[in-house]
């Protein structure tokens, strides 16, 4: 685990990029410790750290953003956030604060953001110079020891950035094969999918993809491998990049490797997060809804459909975890056929139940009619390091010359 502390000036600044994430679904917002009032306004959160601040209006900076970032090994579910969360502060001394934890879904490994303030009820400033030296490297060691963590030595020792960063891929914006190097030697280390396919619904998160070419021609036969960058309808654009050609060298036969690996890897996931789709569609009445539900909880589904307006495919994406499913892999009632009967019933219909004589048979047996157009549903899980984990950079003063 590896923690980040930055202090500040402005808590409104830090609360609203945030909250931002949580609107658009990049993030959620976990817990609220120490408020009374759980269901508060933007508005509010930021005042009630305001008026905690005037007691002391001595001290200007009286913002504190910390940043918790996960080995992508680490399975932590939301119940240990919050626990991890109150032992760290717990352990830098700040047990009685205020504060706001987020878990975000917006890069490459597990994060969660915590957001309090070092003014106390008593209108005493907290100690925060050195604080990282004093206390949080103490309490990280003894936190990645109680909850059996991935130590962040070991990650260190491997070349691993916890805060790497992916921006989506743009045509004429970005150079085009560093982008495509950056994004697939990220998602190829740190998510776990199982074929070419899977690879592409991460992938199409940072508008990106994987080509074997037509099964007939030369390329798929020798077992070749584009990469290119994706327009905004899913159309492949641009110069493709050769996988012989990107450093990291996701090529068929490495990639095949991976499969094999990711099988046993993702399987210890698999349990849970089936329940949790389940869950999730029975409360869901259209295609839309079940996709703005699980894209809160970090899950987003892919949703093939061919010209005609048929749903003949779905990917499930699990931003936490980093595991990728289809949904026939996960259970047979959330694959593409299920689905839409499920849906074009308009009728509740209990998924607790595993009997699949509630959906008709020749919706199950229909083949899927083949198209090369792919409609996503698009999901941000890229963010740089925020404005406020910057490290600003002091403006030299010109110098007058008389």
């Known amino acids: 685990m590896v923690a980040k502390i930055i202090t500040g000036k402005t808590i409104g600044g830090v609360i609203r990029y945030n909250e931002q994430k949580v609107k658009t679904e990049q993030a959620k917002l976990v817990q609220m410790g120490g ?24 001290t200007k900076t009286n913002a504190v953003h910390i940043s918790l970032n996960f080995s992508p090994k680490d399975k932590v579910d939301e119940f240990m956030l919050q626990k991890i969360a109150a032992d760290y502060l717990k352990g830098i001394g700040f047990e009685n604060q205020p504060y706001l934890l987020y878990q975000h879904f917006d890069a490459a490994h597990p994060h ?25 490297e103490q309490t990280r060691k003894e ?15 491997q070349k691993v950035n ?3 960063s992916l921006e989506k891929a743009s045509y004429s914006k970005t150079e085009t094969k560093a982008a495509i190097s950056n ?11 199982t074929s070419i396919p899977e690879l592409n619904a991460v992938l199409g998160q940072f508008n990106v993809c994987a080509y074997r070419g037509e099964k007939e021609s030369e390329m798929y036969k020798n077992r070749g491998i584009i990469y290119s960058v994706l327009d905004s309808n899913g159309h492949r654009i641009g110069v493709p990049i050769k996988a012989s050609s990107i450093y990291s060298k996701p090529t068929l036969s490495n990639l ?32 839309k809804e079940l996709s703005d539900r699980l894209r809160s909880k970090g899950i987003r589904p892919v949703f093939r ?10 990917t499930y994406v699990d931003n936490v975890s980093r595991t990728v499913f289809t949904g026939s892999s996960l259970d047979k009632r959330l694959s593409a056929n299920a689905l839409s009967a499920y849906f074009s019933r308009k009728t509740t219909i209990s998924f607790s139940a595993p009997d699949l004589r509630e959906f008709p048979s020749d919706e199950l047996l229909k083949p899927p009619v083949p198209s090369n ?17 910057r490290q600003k950079k002091k403006k030299r003063r010109k110098k007058l010359h008389t």
């Open 35 to 58: 408020f009374a009032v759980k269901n508060l306004s933007v508005a509010d959160k930021i005042q009630s750290f305001e008026k905690l601040q005037k007691l002391n209006k001595r």
């Open 112 to 136: 969660i953001h915590l957001v309090t303030t070092n003014i106390s009820s008593s209108g005493k400033r907290i100690e925060t110079h050195n604080l990282g030296k004093l206390w949080s």
């Open 143 to 157: 936190i990645e020891e109680r909850y059996h963590l991935v130590k962040a030595e070991e990650q260190l020792k």
């Open 162 to 164: 916890f805060l790497q």
């Open 183 to 193: 994004i697939t030697r990220e998602v190829i280390r740190t998510y776990r999918f």
């Open 256 to 287: 095949e490797k991976c499969f094999v690996r990711n099988k046993e890897e993702r399987k210890s996931y698999k349990e849970e997060l089936r329940n949790t789709i389940l869950e999730t569609v029975d409360k869901c009445s259209s295609q």
């Open 305 to 314: 459909i061919n010209d005609d307006g048929r749903l003949y495919g779905v």
């Open 373 to 389: 157009r792919i409609i996503v549903n698009t999901y941000q899980p890229d963010d740089p390091t925020p404005y406020e984990l």
